[in-house]
Each structure stands twice: as C-alpha cells, then as structure tokens.
C-alpha cells in the first residue's frame, strides 16, 4: 500500500473517529440503562442521542456522526442475515409462512395507501409500514438506507425507530394477556406474537414470559418476518429508481450491497457450518452496529422538528399496529 493511500487512510480515520466515538459512548449508555430499567435500548440510544445533538453541527464530530448514521446501519442490517436459517422456518411448515407473506405485503399495503390519504408521501406509509409489519427499528432503518435521500427521510425515520420502539414494548406487555383471554394454545399464541409485535427483542421477552413453547415459535416466526426484510428492500430500491426521485439525481442500486450481504449471511448460516459461538458474536455485533448508528441518527436530530410532525404520523402508526393484530388474528381464526 502506498504512503499516499496510507496518510489518506489515517487521514479519514481522524476525520471520522470523535464522531464515531461519542456515537459508541452513547450507545453503551443506552446498553447500560437497558439492562438496568429494561426499556428498549433503541429508544435508550434515540433519547440520548437527541440530547446531544448540538454535537451534528459544524464542528470535529459532524463527519464522524453522518458516517455512523449511514455506514455502520448498513453493516448492522446485513449482519442481521446471520440470524436466520431456511431450516427454522420448514420446521413450522407451510401456514405461518403464508400467513407471514400475507400479513408483510398487506400491512405495508394498507400502509401506503393510508399514508397517501392522510397527506403523506407514499414512502413514509411504506416505511412505517415495513417497521410495523417486519422487524420493527430494524426495518425502519433498513428500507430509510434503501430509499432515496429528502430532507424529511432522517426526522421521518427516526420518528418511525420511536413509534415503534414504544409500541413494541407496549405490545409486549399487552399481548400475552390478550392471547391468554383469548385461550390461545402454546403454539398459536407463539404464531400470534411473533407474527405482531414488531422488535424481535420484545417478542422473544414476551414468548418465553408464556411459556419456551411459545417463545420457541414466536421467535421463530418472527424470524421469518426478518427474512422478509430483503424482498422489501428490494422493492423498496425498483420503486425509487423508477421514481428517480433522489434530488441529487442518483437512483439507489437495484440490490444494495447491504441487502446482498443480508442474503449471503442467511444462507451461510442455514448451512449449519457456522460455530454458535461466531453467530452469537455476529448476532451482537450486529445489534451494536444498529444502536451505535442509531444514537448518531438522534444526534442528527432536532427535538423542535420532532415535535413538530403532528398527531397525524402517531395516529397513522397506531393505526397500523391495530390493523396488524386484527389480521393475524382473523389469519389464525381460518386457519392459517
């Protein structure tokens, strides 16, 4: 390696590192707090990044922040690709991926059209839809790094990580209870809560409060909605390139490279080859990834522009998560 790509790579590294490393310091806070009050660490890692967002102006830690935001998700995202096997989901058979499918393409459907009826663009119905209707925070900041940039995309998708941050851990204290009235059986109840609540860490809190049964196919069952990230970030990137409406006149790949390596981990680690152990470090690396970045995306954010989005985006979110639990609900009640 040359002395030029040397000094530039060193160079870089100071440019990027005060960034990078408040970003890391708020999110082993947020990890700290998690543990000890046992409220999500996303909504941990959102809060105090917005307290610290004078630190995202012109100033040593700008670049460093920006990258984070950007970068480390789109590790984070393709990491969560090891969490998966094809094996876990034939073992369910064919009703819970169905129902899975079915609920995923519905949910961000009635999602978008709700968006658009109630004055939003359709891109935010799809990226509250696919946080409510996949995997939560992951989702959301998953299909924000496939869509094109606008100046509301970073107050959009971080107002979409605290929805459905608060609703998820709402859901998990709800639901057991509903799917107790209700005298759902082990195995269904695990279906119901792993097919509706939306962070995979509140639905795995939630199944084994039940029973490991449930846990066991909640968890599974909410995996399969993980799989169904890459399809939806596909069709997240074919829809903004025919729309072509990045504003810098570039269109996002067809296939991120990030999405790729999603793929490429899942199927490696349905091989069976992979040591518990590397999918254990892989697994919480990658959810490092995702809290680092995302207290760098609060330090990218205004509180007075978060408050300024209005009732209309919360009731739009609530909305999508009653209409999730409806439809599981009426999917389980055929059959499905």
Not at 77 to 99: C, H, S, Y
Not at 177 to 188: G, T
Not at 277 to 286: D, I, P
Request: charged share 10%; glycine share 8%.
């Amino acid at each position: 390696m040359s002395a030029i790509a040397l000094t530039r790579i060193h160079s870089r590294t100071r440019e990027l590192a005060p960034g990078f490393v408040v970003s890391l310091i708020v999110a082993a806070a947020a990890s700290f707090l998690s543990e000890h009050y046992g409220a999500p660490v996303m909504l941990f890692a959102l809060l105090l990044g917005m307290a610290l967002n004078f630190l995202a102006g012109d100033g040593a830690c700008k670049a460093g922040i920006e990258f984070t935001a950007r970068t480390v998700l789109r590790i984070g995202v393709a990491l969560l690709g090891m969490r998966i096997t094809l094996e876990q989901i034939a073992a369910l058979g064919w009703k819970p991926v169905a129902l899975v499918v079915i609920v995923v393409v519905v949910t961000i459907g009635v999602s978008v059209i709700a968006a658009k009826a109630m004055g939003f663009q359709r891109l935010f119905g799809m990226l509250t839809g696919g946080a409510t209707a996949i995997c939560g925070a992951s989702a959301a900041l998953a299909l924000a790094a496939a869509l094109p940039n606008h100046p509301q995309k970073e107050r959009a998708t971080l107002f979409t990580v605290i929805g459905v941050s608060a609703l998820s851990t709402l859901a998990m204290i709800v639901y057991p209870m509903i799917a107790n009235w209700l005298s759902l059986s082990p195995q269904v109840a695990g279906v119901f809560l792993g097919a509706t609540i939306h962070d995979v860490a509140q639905v795995v809190g939630a199944g084994y409060s039940m029973s490991t049964e449930t846990g066991d196919t909640a968890t599974v069952v909410k995996l399969m909605r993980v799989a169904m990230l890459l399809p939806v970030i596909v069709c997240a990137a074919m829809i903004t390139r025919m729309q072509g409406a990045d504003p810098t006149g570039k269109r996002p790949p067809l296939l991120p490279w990030f999405a790729v390596g999603f793929l490429i981990l899942a199927c490696i680690n349905s091989t069976g080859w992979v040591a518990p152990a590397v999918q254990g470090s892989v697994n919480e690396l990658s959810r490092w990834c995702l809290v680092v970045s995302i207290s760098a995306l609060g330090m990218k954010t205004q509180l007075k522009e978060l408050a300024a989005v209005g009732i209309k985006p919360i009731l739009l979110m609530v909305g999508e998560t009653v209409f999730l639990v409806v439809l599981v609900l009426l999917m389980l009640r055929w059959g499905l």
